[in-house]
């Protein structure tokens, strides 16, 4: 079973509706982080978290918010979702403890299309 | 602004032969290097990494080379294999605690059989 997954996989929906993506880990990491992948552009962080009660805006944070539900588990919602949010969405984990403690290992992606 | 640029967005290279991919950063704070590979639908896998102290990390057939002085890295795949046929992203992180990291633009790699 794959250490990091998301869901969903991929996901369409409409100008103004709220949306959730999730992620979920194994590998028992505390920080977890959003990322965003435009075409032609490279991953750009939107959200991370170091444990459960410290969340941090990322590099575009704006129109997206974020839920720590437990160590495993961070959530990403548009609580208004706009055409130009359409993207592929990753999660991330990392250890902090860990030799290459920098490494972040990341989970399938969510294709989000928003009409 | 774009502080980790991989100015070639794609690069193809026969099987056997080395595949070189580069990255440029402009932040002379990072310390610490990575690059990922991405296949189709998949998410981005990390591959090799290099701190700033070091000029040379090599894992099996890939090496990656460090000139902090030039703000320049590189990746050496050889030989190459068709199924290094992937997005190669070059990844760059700081002093700081939060130990984000800044992703290039990616360079599509093809071997060639």
């Known amino acids: 079973d794959a250490d990091v997954t998301q869901t969903p996989r991929n996901r369409i929906t409409k100008t103004g509706k709220r949306i959730m993506l999730e992620c979920s880990q194994t590998k028992g990491h505390d920080r977890m982080y959003w990322y965003r992948q435009d075409p032609g552009l490279g991953l750009r962080l939107i959200y991370y978290?170091?444990?459960?009660?410290?969340?941090n805006k990322g590099e575009i944070s704006d129109g997206y918010s974020v839920s720590r539900q437990a160590q495993a588990k961070f959530s990403l919602s548009l609580e208004s979702a706009i055409p130009n949010q359409t993207a592929l969405y990753f999660c991330?984990?990392?250890?902090?403890?860990?030799?290459?403690?920098?490494?972040?290992?990341f989970g399938p992606g969510t294709r989000l299309l928003v009409l | 602004d774009q502080q980790v640029k991989q100015n070639s967005p794609s690069l193809s290279v026969q099987e056997g032969r080395i595949s070189i991919l580069n990255c440029d950063y402009t932040n002379s704070m990072f310390d610490y290097f990575l690059w990922y590979k991405k296949y189709p639908a998949e998410g981005p896998t990390f591959l090799i990494s290099i701190s700033s102290i070091k000029d040379k990390n090599e894992d099996g057939r890939f090496t990656v080379f460090l000139n902090k002085s030039a703000k320049h890295l590189s990746l050496h795949i050889v030989p190459s294999q068709p199924g290094d046929s992937a997005v190669y992203f070059c990844?760059?992180?700081?002093?700081?605690?939060?130990?984000?990291?800044?992703f290039g633009t990616g360079t599509r790699l093809t071997v060639i059989p």
């Open positions: 990844a760059a992180s700081g002093q700081t605690g939060a130990n984000n990291l800044f």
């Open positions: 991330a984990t990392s250890d902090p403890l860990q030799a290459g403690r920098k490494t972040q290992y």
């Open positions: 978290s170091f444990d459960v009660k410290d969340i």
